[in-house]
């Protein structure tokens, strides 16, 4: 498989003002994309509702260039963490879905997603997977040591927590755990890099945390920006 390190490229891709942060630096992960080393990189989501939307679309479109690039591209399906509800809203913890209804969903996205990336390439096609196929297997011990690797003060840190804490908004402790779950997902992979939205960054770094202490791993954390409704925010 041919690996496309040309800058212009590269610069062509990431320049179109889709990615707003990219950690720990830019420069060290276009290092990574000129090396032509092959890389692992991921973009998961919880199917929290029955179909994409056009953030989905153009952070899906983007995967697709980086595996145009040559890069071995993931698209992974939070089915066990769209069972626990990732605390994305400043006042409540999201609602868990029940499975039936993420099954619906799951259905739905794939028919979506086949529009949008390449799954016919006979030589680097999308990988599919599901969260649920290593995080229903955790033990209780399994996720207890998972939780030892962070504070209760880093998990306050995440903005929506902070919020409702100052608030007197309650915060339910199984919202704690679905940073250590979506984080696992890195090192379930072993991916090189992971792709999320800007409300992720947070997520996504619990799994940097995790793939550096469980398989002294490092991941890059790339932000894509959020579409927001002009009238709303």
């Known amino acids: ?22 950690l720990p630096s830019r420069e060290e992960f ?5 090396s032509g080393d092959r890389l692992k990189i991921y973009l998961g989501a919880d199917p929290t509702a029955g179909s994409l939307h056009l953030s989905h679309v153009k952070n899906y479109w983007f995967l697709e260039e980086l595996r145009q690039l040559g890069h071995e591209v993931i698209i992974l399906i939070g089915d066990f963490t769209a069972q626990i509800g990732d605390p994305t809203d400043n006042r409540a913890a999201r609602p868990p879905l029940a499975a039936e209804q993420i099954k619906t969903n799951v259905k739905s996205w794939l028919e979506q997603l086949k529009l949008l990336l390449n799954f016919t390439d006979p030589d680097n096609s999308p ?19 998972l939780a ?36 696992y997902d890195s090192v379930a992979l072993g991916v090189d890099a992971e792709l999320c939205g800007t409300d992720q960054i947070f997520n996504a770094l619990a799994g940097r945390t995790l793939l550096k202490r469980l398989k002294n791993k490092d991941k890059f954390v790339i932000a894509l920006n959020l579409m927001a409704n002009p009238k709303t925010g």
């Open 127 to 145: 990988r599919l997977v599901y969260n649920s196929e290593w995080l229903a297997a955790l033990t209780l011990k399994d996720v207890l040591t």
């Open 148 to 183: 030892a690797n962070f504070t209760v003060q880093q998990m306050i840190e995440r903005d929506m927590f902070e919020r409702r804490w100052q608030s007197h908004e309650p915060i339910h402790l199984h919202e704690f755990l679905y940073p250590l779950m979506q984080g």
């Open 30 to 34: 276009f290092e990574r994309l000129q």
């Open 1 to 22: 498989m041919k690996i496309v390190t040309d800058r212009a490229r590269l610069e062509e891709i990431f320049n179109r003002g889709i990615v707003t942060e990219i």
